[in-house]
Every structure is written in C-alpha cells, then in structure tokens.
C-alpha cells in the first residue's frame, strides 16, 4: 500500500535556489529518507501477515507515514524541477519532460496516501467492506500509475543524450550510475507490478472463502485454503524488498556521483576539467 520511489536523473541537482550540483545536502535527504521509508513498507508488509489487529494497525500506520513522507518528496522534486525550468533551463533534455514524470510519480503517492487510510483496522464491520473496497481501488491505481511512472522514466532515462560536460560527472563514472540509475527503475517497476497485482488481492470480495476438496465453501481458516489477501501480502512483501534495493543503488549511485564530480556549486566538476584539458591539448 505504499512506495518512496522518485523520478531519476543523471543531471546535477539544484534545491530552493541554490547552485546545480551533485551531492547536494536535500538530495541526500531524499534518498535517505526514500530508504527509511522502504524498509518502513518492507516492514509493514511482514505485520500484515499477523492475526493481532494491533500489529496490523502498527504496520498500516508504517504505510500511512511513508506515504505521506512519499508525497513531500515528490513535491520537493517536483520544485525543484519546476525551478530549474526557470533558472537552470540549459540543464534539461529537451526531449524529456522531467516534470510530467515527477506528476506520475507525486500522483501515485496521493492514491497510496489515502489508500492506506482506509485500511486502518477497528471500523464496524458494516463499513469495512466498504472501505477496504475503496482503499484497494486507491492503491491499485497508485500501483498502475507508479507502473507508468517508472516506464516513462526509463524510456527516457536511456534515450538521454546529455555529455558528461553537462551532467557534471566523469566520463569514466557516467556510463556506470547510468547502468545503476536503470537497474535501480527495474526493481521500480518491479516492484509496482507486484503492488498491483497485491492491490486487487486486498479487494473485499476475495473474502477468503474458497472450495475445499469435497466441493463445499469453507473458511480460509482450513490449511489448505489460503487467503487470497495472504497471497497479496506476499507480493506486497517481495515488491518492497525490491523498493528497498532500489533505494540502496540509488544511494550508491549518488556516492559515485559525487565522488565523480569535485563538488562545486555552478561547476562541472572533474567532467570540466576533463573537456578543457582535451580541448587545450588540440
């Protein structure tokens, strides 16, 4: 019922009007914060596998809070963006709408956002099938969205054509955070097709009766007839395991990031020094 996956890019990052660059102190907030938040949902999915309601609520709350730390994200990277559009316009591919991207992805947050509200246990039970009903509907379509948001970011991804002049990284390092930066989307997109398939397993009326071997309905309760809803917390299980090793190539790329670059505000770091060399030697 959540995520903290973010729009990816190989350029240098520039927040609340500060110079682009790599390795800046908000960019590596977000991606700490992105981390925390996937072990959060990791963590969320094992507690939903208990029968005690006060562990289900425990973990509902951990999907509840990352998502809406999910939400400020985006809107931060959406700002971001919408400020280097104005200011730092020469920094964006003109093939590729950076902001459009980020929508896809701020959008998914909201649905999952509200989505987990409505999966919060204690309601009278002439509600919950209501509820759950429009919880599950909300996260699939934060699922499907996040799905869409993670393809458009990859198609774009590889088709930029951006030197290492430009994004501020060493020409030996580029290729490599660009391989990580793809490899990281696919555990993304992943992850959101487990998501969605988990979604509609939490509809209510997969109500965890099913047809037992003598062809009679019986509870969920017999071994050999799971919930469906159990299946759903599995893949749920596995998609943030992928969300959480996304986030840790995240982090590692942006180590290599600015480890390529040499830091400065408004510079081009060792990328810079790299084309003035070649272009004195000529």
């Known amino acids: 019922m959540g995520h903290a996956a973010a729009h990816k890019t190989q350029r240098k990052r520039a927040f609340f009007g500060s110079e682009p660059r790599h390795g800046h102190h908000w960019e590596w907030a977000h991606e700490v914060l992105s981390l ?5 949902f990791l963590i969320g999915s094992a507690c939903f ?3 005690s309601d006060s562990v289900f609520a425990f973990g509902d709350w951990l999907f509840i809070v990352g998502a809406v730390v999910g939400v400020l994200l985006t809107g931060n990277q959406l700002h971001e963006q919408m400020m280097v559009k104005k200011h730092h316009n020469y920094l964006l591919t003109k093939e590729r709408d950076e902001i459009m991207e980020t929508i896809f992805y701020m959008t998914s947050s909201i649905a999952f956002a509200i989505g987990c509200i409505f999966f919060m246990p ?11 009903g429009l919880g599950a509907g909300l996260c699939i379509l934060g699922s499907f969205l996040l799905v869409w948001a993670a393809h458009f970011n990859a198609l774009a991804f590889s088709a930029d054509r951006s030197d290492s002049q430009k994004t501020g990284i060493h020409p030996n390092q580029e290729s490599f955070t660009k391989t990580l930066s793809l490899i990281g989307l696919s555990c993304t997109l992943g992850g959101a097709v487990l998501y969605t398939c988990g979604s509609f397993m939490y509809r209510p009326s997969f109500d965890g009766i099913c047809v037992g ?5 019986r509870n969920s309760t017999n071994e050999v007839c799971a919930k469906v809803a159990d299946y759903g917390t599995l893949l749920y299980l596995i998609g943030s395991a992928l969300f959480v090793a996304q986030s840790i190539i995240s982090l590692a790329c942006l180590c290599i990031k600015q480890a390529a ?5 408004g510079g081009d770091g060792e990328a810079q020094k790299l084309v003035q060399s070649i272009s004195t030697d000529w």
Request: hydrophobic content about 30%.
């Open 36 to 40: 925390l938040c996937n072990i959060a």
């Open 122 to 132: 204690g309601t009278k039970m002439e509600a919950l099938e209501e509820q759950t």
């Open 261 to 265: 670059s040499d830091g400065a505000e």
């Open 213 to 217: 071997t003598d062809g009679n309905k």
């Open 49 to 51: 596998m208990s029968d």
